[in-house]
């Protein structure tokens, strides 16, 4: 299994620019969710999907969007990106309960926006 | 606002020595998780204690659950370079279905 895979590892965006962020993961799990990572912060959650179909937002949804169309995949969208959107994103995914139960991390992607 | 905080925020020690972390919670939770997170990669589940649970091992590893106080700890014994990480702890306050992370504890081995 590869588990939890992100891409890009790093990217470089222009203020107002849009992109998506990959997050795909091969262990047939239901639960994923996306963090962003900053410097002193910790994780703090962006928005989680409970199975395909089914989205939520986190603690800082906003200019993030997010769909769940298939159990393996879980894209976050930026719409128009910000410089205060610069951090380290990670997504994670669990199964059984979810939430409550042990989230297995992708390695992250690195965003800085200019 | 964050639902755990660990402390404290960072934390050197020399190896061999344990190290302990702790992490404070606000609402009632189903579990709580700790992790760790070496510079530039991902995160990596260490233990889950669940809120029936009052201690819990993993080889080095020694985590405590008080929910009276609302509060857990992690212990390392005879610490090695290799620990110098930082440890997040995260719970799932209870009605919420996310988890939610500390700000975490830097963690430094001196060899």
């Avoid at chain 2, 819990?56 to 370079?81: F, N």
Wanted: hydrophobic fraction near 30%; proline fraction near 4%.
């Amino acid at each position: 299994n590869a588990g939890v895979t992100q891409t890009p590892k790093f990217q470089v965006l222009k203020t107002g620019q849009s992109m998506t962020l990959q997050c795909a993961q091969d262990m047939n799990h239901e639960y994923m969710s996306w963090y962003r990572q900053d410097p002193g912060m910790g994780l703090r959650l962006i928005h989680y999907s409970v199975g395909a179909g089914i989205t939520d937002q986190g603690e800082v949804p906003n200019g993030y969007n997010v769909s769940r169309s298939t159990t393996e995949d879980f894209p976050l969208r930026l719409l128009s990106a910000a410089p205060s959107q610069t951090s380290v994103y990670f997504c994670a995914s669990s199964d059984l309960q979810g939430y409550q139960e042990t989230q297995y991390f992708g390695p992250g992607t690195r965003l800085l926006v200019l | 606002s964050q639902q755990g905080e660990e402390d404290p925020q960072a934390l050197s020690i020399q190896e061999g020595e344990n190290a302990t972390m702790n992490c404070s919670y606000k609402t009632s939770i189903n579990n709580l998780q700790w992790y760790r997170q070496n510079s530039g990669r991902g995160l990596v589940h260490l233990i889950l204690i669940r809120s029936n649970e009052r201690e819990k091992h993993s080889g080095r590893l020694r985590v405590t659950l008080d929910t009276s106080k609302k509060s857990s700890s992690l212990l390392i014994t005879a610490s090695r370079a290799a620990d110098t990480a930082s440890y997040f702890c995260a719970t799932d306050a209870r009605g919420a279905q996310k988890l939610v992370f500390g700000q975490g504890t830097r963690l430094t081995i001196n060899p």
